[in-house]
């Protein structure tokens, strides 16, 4: 097992005339929690995308946990959890039934998937709404039963597109503090976000501007790289550039 | 193998159920439509208001009315004096034949030279005006014959045709239509169901979650057609035993074969479904798309109009739709009770669109979102 969980070189992706990402290089060690951060419309989802085999890339090449994304999108799958920016689980279907139908789709049944349900209710703090639709839970709720969702089959890596967005301060904190713990015992989490304090939390970041890579390190670095004191205002300054 | 295509149709089943409006659709459609096409549907028009202009006002000239009104074609509503107060009533619409007899009729008819009476029709809707046209002008026929045998000095005719209407000897028009209806109906919800169901998990944002797991391509498409294979089966039983008891549909042949065509059939629908779902991004979309094929099925397909009557492009336009020979077949087997060995052309027919449809859908159906 090599220490790159996620590696990507010159990934680019084009729809029509539009380039979203151009030549986009960059490593993700084992273990990392990795931010990628820029204005909308810089590339981010449609990177994620590509990494999860949702989108075919125009050129350039990619691997997740080691595994081609272009040759093998359907292998990478099984290594992945994947968290979309809009809530993408059943509403008409409960909180329990949810978990139980993606547990079936990766291919946990009867006492494995039991055992599995209960430790991930336990981690999240599920317990008291499993019964309910999902579409009568809050935003915080629902965050975090599609994390429960991405993580059934313990994946390696896990992409997480915005997903707080729309959820409030508490809901964040105990989120981050959930992907932490994850981090801690070797899961791979890269992570889109538009908020500041959740982009310090995270060990690496990259930022991203209208397809193209331009800053890559620790938070601080980065600040740097873009020419701000702080991380908001390199994005500030970024956002500016671009809406030239 | 297909291990994951278990939890995937009972998770449809589970949406199933909590769509009470769906659900209703589902069952209640074949079961209005049923009932409306079984009644409201005749294809033969009888008791045609009609008025009458009697100028001759004798024994002769009600002898006549009366044969004519017991046609069952004409239903006398008004005498009227005069061409001005009939054209009038044609015009408001309050009758749509007339029977005009001249004042000289009943002596033509004594004197044995030819005596004229007119039956007047608004053809202008030419399917209602056929069957008062018919009984006027077989009535005349009969009548020459009866007074020229008798001049004759016969007592039966030179020539009696008979005529024997086999399969549907009554003339009903709900043998004809019930039948047809199993296929129209699974053509409308199935169709429509499956380009739906796909679209809707698009346009929620579940399938973009649903094609990041390592479901295969195969299992999501069968996943998702496997539980309306049993909503047809369903429906089609429904509108068979409705037909059977409350219209007298027979049920001549054999079920098994019904069944095992009527499969073959749901698959087709089922996959142009898929079909429709991977060309579309929207729900609208699909529903515009399924009614763009909706209505040939209803006019070309024989459902309703005789596909002999029409010119010959649109007999083979017609040959195009999947639900044309099946309803050969559904009328083989319930009218006729006949078999395979009758209709093994139209099954072999449906059962190239099951293979050509599918094969389309899975080539069409990508796991990626563009």
């Not at chain 2, 005006?129 to 004759?152: E, H, M, V």
């Amino acid at each position: 097992m090599t220490d790159v969980a996620v590696d990507i070189r010159e990934l680019t992706r084009r729809f029509g005339a539009l380039t979203a990402v151009s030549q986009l290089t960059l490593q993700i060690a084992r273990g990392e929690v990795f931010g990628l951060l820029g204005p909308n419309g810089s590339g981010k989802t449609t990177t994620i995308r590509m990494l999860c085999g949702l989108l075919d890339p125009t050129s350039g090449n990619a691997t997740v946990a080691g595994i081609d994304v272009r040759t093998a999108p359907e292998r990478v799958k099984m290594q992945i959890g994947y968290m979309s920016q809009r809530f993408g689980l059943y509403e008409d279907l409960t909180a329990a039934e949810n978990l139980q139908f993606y547990g079936g789709i990766y291919g946990l049944r009867g006492a494995a998937q039991a055992t599995r349900l209960a430790d991930l209710v336990a981690f999240l703090g599920l317990g008291s709404r499993m019964q309910q639709l999902a579409a009568q839970l809050s935003g915080g709720w629902k965050q975090r039963l599609a994390l429960g969702c991405a993580l059934l089959h313990q994946p390696p890596v896990l992409f997480l597109d915005e997903p707080t967005a729309g959820v409030d301060p508490a809901a964040r904190r105990s989120f981050w503090s959930a992907i932490h713990d994850l981090a801690r015992h070797g899961t791979t989490v890269l992570v889109t976000t538009h908020y500041m304090d959740e982009a310090e939390r995270c060990d690496r970041l990259a930022m991203m501007s209208l397809g193209h890579l331009i800053a890559l390190g620790s938070p601080a670095e980065v600040a740097q790289q873009v020419g701000g004191k702080t991380l908001e205002d390199a994005f500030v300054i970024l956002q500016e550039r671009d809406e030239r | 193998m297909m291990t994951r295509l278990w939890p995937m149709v009972r998770k449809e089943f589970l949406q199933m159920r909590r769509d009470r409006l769906t659900l209703g659709l589902m069952f209640g459609v074949p079961v209005a439509q049923l009932l409306m096409f079984g009644f409201a549907i005749q294809t033969d028009v009888r008791h045609i208001p009609t008025v009458v202009v009697d100028e001759s006002r004798t024994p002769a000239s009600r002898d006549i009315i009366a044969a004519l009104e017991n046609t069952g074609s004409f239903r006398i509503v008004a005498h009227v004096d005069g061409r001005p107060a009939l054209d009038a009533a044609f015009a408001r619409g309050n009758a749509q034949a007339a029977i005009v007899i001249p004042n000289d009729y009943s002596r033509n008819v004594g004197r044995g030279t030819t005596a004229t009476i007119q039956v007047i029709v608004d053809a202008s809707d030419p399917l209602s005006s056929q069957s008062a046209l018919a009984a006027a002008a077989g009535l005349g026929q009969a009548r020459n014959l009866t007074i020229l045998a008798a001049a004759a000095g016969r007592t039966s005719l030179p020539v009696d045709v008979r005529i024997r209407p086999r399969y549907n000897p009554g003339l009903r028009s709900p043998n004809y239509i019930v039948p047809g209806l199993v296929g129209l109906v699974l053509t409308m919800t199935m169709v429509l169901i499956t380009a739906m169901a796909i679209v809707r998990e698009r346009e929620r944002g579940t399938l973009e979650q649903l094609i990041v797991t390592p479901i295969t391509k195969t299992e999501l498409m069968l996943g998702k057609i496997a539980p309306y294979i049993g909503v047809g089966l369903f429906q089609m039983t429904a509108v068979l035993i409705l037909g059977r008891f409350v219209f007298d549909v027979p049920l001549v042949g054999s079920l098994w074969l019904l069944y095992g065509v009527s499969l073959v059939f749901i698959v087709v629908s089922l996959s142009l479904g898929l079909y429709i779902s991977a060309l579309v991004q929207t729900q609208q979309q699909a529903i515009q798309l399924s009614f763009f094929f909706m209505l040939p099925s209803i006019l070309l397909s024989g459902f309703m109009f005789p596909r002999q009557a029409m010119p010959e492009f649109f007999q083979w336009l017609g040959l195009l739709l999947p639900v044309t020979p099946f309803l050969e077949v559904l009328r083989g087997i319930l009218l006729k009770g006949v078999g395979l060995e009758a209709l093994w052309p139209q099954t072999l027919w449906l059962a190239g669109f099951a293979v050509g449809l599918i094969t389309l859908a899975v080539r069409r159906f990508h796991k990626t979102l563009d």
